[in-house]
């Protein structure tokens, strides 16, 4: 009990590893399809049509469908897994790996798209054309891949454009573009890709070995030369919508150029106006301003800001209280961006005077040296004497906090000196100041049609890396500013967005402008001119493949064809030469056969013509040529049975027989035949027997006395015991015939032939036993025929057992035997009688060609005592009857032979019939075949008779007629 246990516990361990093996190796393949995927699905977001999300070919689903095709099911989780990691990636790239939980949720759900149009190609495949398949004609071929293309990836590209959608990815104008590109893609992927995997993967390999380099290669060239098309095509055409985009990028620019020179004009002319007056007051600054700004969006304020020295500071604010300003102070902004009094200076550039008034209060007072970013421009300002641009600053009259800058410009107090920057700083009276908002700015060079097509981004390149380097981004906000920087990179695919860029000096400060294209803009190119090059050079592909895969299966399904006809050709040229060779031993077998008793009876007949030969002797003689004679006839018959069973004409009865009594009658024919040689003939019936069946006695009479005769004659010594029993094949009992003998049997390499025509078990043996080696053959033609078969058994040395099996299905009559009932029949005489107790006293016309059988059937029937008449032909019969008619001395029987000259026995009946003539006829031929008896009674014979003539059967064929018995 130990052991057993022992023995459960190591099967069942050697079970659990050999299962964790292979949950293992299933991951591993899981994995390394997912890799696969992964990489190839990469390749095929560089051939993204922009604003790429699709692509026009798509390897990845032929991948897909191939995996599963050849792997099974169970590999599904390695296309779901690769296609998320692909997408991931593309949506990662898109949003600058800002992904979010609605980015991962994306890209799980468009991984199932491949996976489910993965599955359903396989299913539909696997369903209606079957695998493995070799794919030989142009209609499976069709089938194949429409079924894996266009219907299966209907799937993938519903549910990967309806996740795009759903997840705001693309917007609704752009849903059919996609889908008809994710569809024509993955289509393509399939139609270009899977054939290719087959050439090297499918089932069965042999067939798609073969046609490897055929469809592979032409495949693989073609593709990559439509690839090349495509990026030749893809160049110029990038190039033709980059000189586009640039042309327009240039225009605004330069737009953008005139808004500046307009703006640094116009805050100069306040300078000039300071320079060419004593005093300049509210009322003239504000008109003044006022007509600068009259129909000019781009600037926010005309400012005027006055040195103040810090003595100096309440009379100012004095002074602004009293022009109406009543919470005029000099001020700053605190850490917290509130405006507040202004700390104690040694000097102050408040805002004193401001256009326009409205929405800009805020700027009042406000010290501009006490913010960083205007000190310093105006501190350029002063000591170059030039104007000067501030960076991006925020804004106090700016409530949504756009952002924006100030051009400066100095004003010097009239008459002092200004050559030397000592001299600027101590003769500055103040500065004009042109605040500018950069949306307003940037706003008026656009025109309506061009906002959505353009993205304007302005950064700051001038050094100060304390200061906010952007200036401008047309998204409002620098996180959209850096994902469009991304998207300038052209991480999607061949074809990077359309860009331009510049840098432009202004008051002091360099600006680095970039001109994108919106997303807008790249769906709205010209892209047909891309896809139909893409769409057709991967389309001409998938059309060679499929003309590939049609011809060669077809040159396969023709070499199929040319095989199989050749190798039928050369079984049936071994097998004419094996018919030609058991023909000839045939021949040579019935040579042998027929001289030897022709040799007995042509010298037996010599003898019989010496005249010293003595009565015994030729009584002897006589018997010697009548059994050889019958021996021919013998070889005969057999002949003919071969013919007839061959020729399909041999016709069989079906009445009621016993086989008991068969077995009993085959024994007691045999009997003699086994005594002469000294073997015991044993009958075995074992019971229960069935009384009788349906059958054709005759036939099975003559199988089972071939049968007994072959084993008396190989057999020298021992014995030949013939056994009857019942045995069942499945739900159908069988009744058998067995005989088994103690011979010499047989060798396995002639028992395979031994029921083949014109075929023998040993020529040797045939020269030692004799025999035409027909017998067997016609018994076992005979028992097939019947419904049965003939099995052997054999050794050599060791005896043979010939087992005749017939099948009782709706055979069986009456109920079966239990026990040999009591024997109660009297032994037939088989014998015709010799002589004839009565004479036939008849007149008989004998009609033959031949003079032999002339004199020998005169002779027969003048021994009878009839008087016979001989007519060479039908004419002269005619004659002769005619003749005998017309002397009222009639024949009571013509003979009548079938074939002669000048007119055949056929056309001589036919003839007396038509006259009238009822005289009986019997035909008298050597044609004994099937049906020839039917055809000389259809001509009007009466009966019928064959040659060579059996004198008994013949006259007492004639005694019917006459009426006459024969004893």
Known sequence: ???????????????????????????????????????????????????????????????????????????????W?????????????????????????????????????????VWLVRRFIGYPTSLETGRCVLSFLVLAGPVACLMSSTLGVAGLLFFGAIPVDQVVFNLWTWWSGEVLGVMVLVPVLMTFVAQPSGAWRRRRLAVAMPLGLTYLCAIGAYLMVDHIEANRAQLKFNREAKDLLHRLNQVAMSAE?????????????????????????????????????????????????????????????????????????????????????PVFYLEPLNGNENALGFDLMSDSARRQAMVRARDSGKTAVTSRIRLLQDSRDQGGFLLIYPVFINGKPTATMEDRRANLHGFVVGVFKMEDIFESIFRPSERPNMHIVMRDITG????????????????????????????????????????????????????????????????????????????????????????????????????????????????????????????????????????????????????????????????????NGKHLLEIINDILDLSKIESGKLSLENVNCSPLDLLDEVAELMLAKAEEKGLSLQVNPVFPLPVEIKSDPTRLRQILLNLV????????????????????????????????????????????????????????????????????????????????????????GVGSTFTLTIDLKDR????????????????????????????????????????????????????????????????IALKKVAEANKQQNPFDVILMDMQMPVMDGYEATAALRERGIKTPIIALTAHAMSGDREKCIDAGCDNYATKPVDRPTLLGLIAQYVGQPVD
Not at 17 to 30: M, P
Not at 99 to 111: K, P, R
Not at 535 to 562: D, Y
Not at 714 to 740: C, H, M, P, W
Request: aromatic share 8%.
């Open 709 to 796: 005769g072959n084993a008396i004659k190989f057999t020298d010594s021992g014995e030949v015991k013939i056994t009857l029993y019942q045995s069942r094949d499945g739900a159908e009992k069988q009744l058998n015939f067995e005989v088994r003998d103690s011979g010499v049997g047989i060798s396995a390499e002639h028992l395979r032939h031994i029921f083949d025509t014109f075929t023998q078990a040993d020529t040797t043996t045939t020269r030692t036993h004799g025999g035409t080696g027909l017998g067997l053959a016609i018994s076992r033609k005979l028992a097939q025929r019947m419904g049965g078969d003939i099995d052997a058994r054999s050794g050599a």
């Open 812 to 875: 069986v009559v009456g109920e079966a035997l239990t026990e040999r009932p009591m024997r109660n029949r009297a032994v037939e005489n088989t014998e015709l009688p010799k002589e004839i107790a009565t004479e036939l006293k008849a007149r008989v016309l004998l009609t033959d060609d031949t003079p032999t059988n002339q004199m020998l059937i005169k002779r027969m029937l003048e021994v009878a005592g009839m008087e016979v008449s001989i007519a060479e032909n039908g004419t």
């Open 1 to 79: 009990m130990v052991r057993a246990s022992k023995s459960q516990d190591e099967i069942a361990k050697t079970q659990r590893l050999s299962h964790e093996a292979g949950v293992f190796a299933l991951l591993g393949r899981i994995l390394l399809i997912a890799l696969g995927y992964t990489l190839v699905g990469r390749l095929g977001l560089l051939l993204a049509i922009p604003p790429g999300y699709a692509s026009f070919f798509w390897p990845a689903s032929g991948l897909a469908f191939g995996m599963l095709l050849f792997g099974g099911y169970r590999l599904w989780p390695g296309i």
């Open 81 to 121: 897994l690769g296609s998320f990691l692909v997408n991931l990636w593309a949506t990662g790239n898109s949003t600058g790996w800002e992904l979010g939980l609605n980015g991962w949720i994306m890209s799980a759900c468009i991984a199932t798209g491949p996976t489910c149009s993965a599955i359903l190609g």
């Open 464 to 627: 100060d890396h304390d200061i906010e380097s952007l200036m401008y981004c047309s998204n409002s906000t620098l996180d959209r500013y850096a994902q469009w920087r991304r998207l300038a990179n052209g991480t999607s695919g061949i074809s990077r967005p359309l860009q331009w860029g510049k840098t432009l000096d202004f008051g002091g400060r360099r600006w680095e402008i970039s001109f994108l294209a919106t997303p807008t803009l790249m769906a709205k190119q010209e892209n047909w001119v891309r896809w139909m090059t893409s769409v057709g050079g991967v389309m001409f592909t998938a059309i060679l493949g499929v003309f590939l895969l049609v011809l060669t299966g077809r040159h396969a399904r023709i070499e199929q064809e040319v095989d199989q006809r050749t190798r039928e050709l050369r079984a049936a040229r071994d097998m004419a030469h094996a018919a030609s060779r058991s023909k000839s031993e045939f021949l040579a077998n019935m040579s042998h056969e027929i001289r030897t008793p022709m040799t007995a009876i042509l010298g037996y007949a010599e003898l019989l013509e010496q005249t010293d030969t003595n009565a015994s002797d030729r009584r002897n003689y006589v018997s010697t040529i009548r059994r």
């Open 265 to 349: 004009a116009k805050v100069k002319s306040l300078e000039a106006l300071y320079a060419s007056s004593t005093f300049v007051d509210d009322q003239e600054f504000g008109e003044f301003a006022r007509r600068h700004l009259m129909g000019d969006n781009t600037i926010t304020a005309l400012e005027w800001a006055l040195r103040v020295k810090k003595a100096k500071r309440s009379e100012v604010e004095a002074k602004g209280k009293k022009l109406g300003y009543e919470r005029f102070f000099i001020s700053e902004t605190n850490r917290n961006g509130e405006t507040v009094r202004a700390g104690d200076r040694e000097e102050y550039f």
